[in-house]
């Protein structure tokens, strides 16, 4: 039965609570995204491993959790938020927790890049946008922004505690603390996420009076998002968006947030320290993709863009001069500028899958959110061979400071849909 307009307008929309636990979802699950950074030296010292093997296991992590988003937003769209997000969440907590018995590089391949990357990349960034297109009509970018600071500061702000327990207790503890707080958070999506507003007989926050639901989608999961894929590559603008994206993936989950750590301790800097540094940056993330998101609903996207990887580049050609055994202003400001564009690239990509493939859009996303994790993992991978042939981080700065160039140009110059095109035809091949 509906439930009565007075009480839509008198109480919180249920959309909201569905919201708040798909946050809490998506930062139970971010904590091993940032864990590795911060077990690698404690790894190396135990077992004598290179950079470039540990890197390895962080590269298959950011591979299949941007390869397996695509196929998860069809899932969702299939059999549900709700069934797709606790398998996913129960995935992040086994291997997270079976890492502790990792006594060589391949066991490590398989539970922190295998088993956690299908699990994080079952629900990744997909379902921020999954969650906005089923429940909000009104402040989807609002909402994307901060779903998407939920997921990327979560990877921040467990870093000092987990820095802090690998000091104290051993890795191996932490990755235990990590698998707790994935599970923990299964009993909340299982009693309050909702997989559509039609479930509790309401319709999307913000919905007009004549709005009708889509009709749901049917059929094999894989093959929906293989075909919205066929369609989506003809139009230059998916390429233009996976290019930018796969430089955003790049320039911060591949490089900062796989290497920071790792190179601040290069030059004298406590791994403690560093990683609260990181924090800093998640928390300045909340405040960036949450303003990205409600800029999103006001301005150009593609301009937003421009200047996100602008700024970016920026802040990646002065890095390498900022790096010291202590802490000074330089290196704050850099954080506090990172932080605000980490992730704020997010929203006005959403917006842009939304405006230019229509109903198409969130699997599209999931395909561009897929070249994202191609550019975090070939980064992560490709810096951990700089360092170990050169010694140092410097080129794998520079060289991501100019790809921001690139992706800055590639945005600005992103066509507009045609007027009425993605609600009447979808994705086209015009």
Known sequence: MATPPSLRTRHLHPAWIVAAVAFLALVGAAGFRAAPSVLMLPLQEEFGWSRTELSLAVTVNLLLFGLTAPFAAALMARFGMRAVTTAALLLVAAGAAVSVFATAPWMLVLTWGVMIGLGTGSMALVFAATV????????????????TAGSATG?????PFIALLVERDGWRAASLLVALGAFAVV????IWLRNRPAELGITPYGAPADWSPPAPRTGNPARIALGTLARAA???????LVAGFAICGATTNGLVGTHFIPSAHDHGMPETTAAG?????????????????????RV???????VYYAGRGLGLLVLPFLLSEAVHPPIIVFVVIYGLDW???VPPTVALCREVFGPDGPVVFGWVFAAHQVGAAIAATVAGVVRDSTGEYTLAWFGAAGLCVVAAVVSVSIRRARAGEPAARGVGSA
């Open 187 to 190: 009993p909340l999506v299982l």
């Open 155 to 159: 990877q921040l702000a467990f870093l």
């Open 277 to 297: 540094l990181l924090a800093v940056v998640g928390v300045f993330d909340i405040v960036g993709t949450i303003a990205s998101g409600w800029l999103t609903d």
């Open 234 to 240: 003809k139009k230059r603008t998916f390429w233009a």
């Open 300 to 306: 150009n996207p593609r301009i937003l863009l421009a």
């Open 132 to 147: 906005a297109d089923q429940w909000f009509v009104r402040s989807r970018g609002l909402v994307v922004g901060v779903l």
């Open 343 to 345: 992730v704020a690239t």
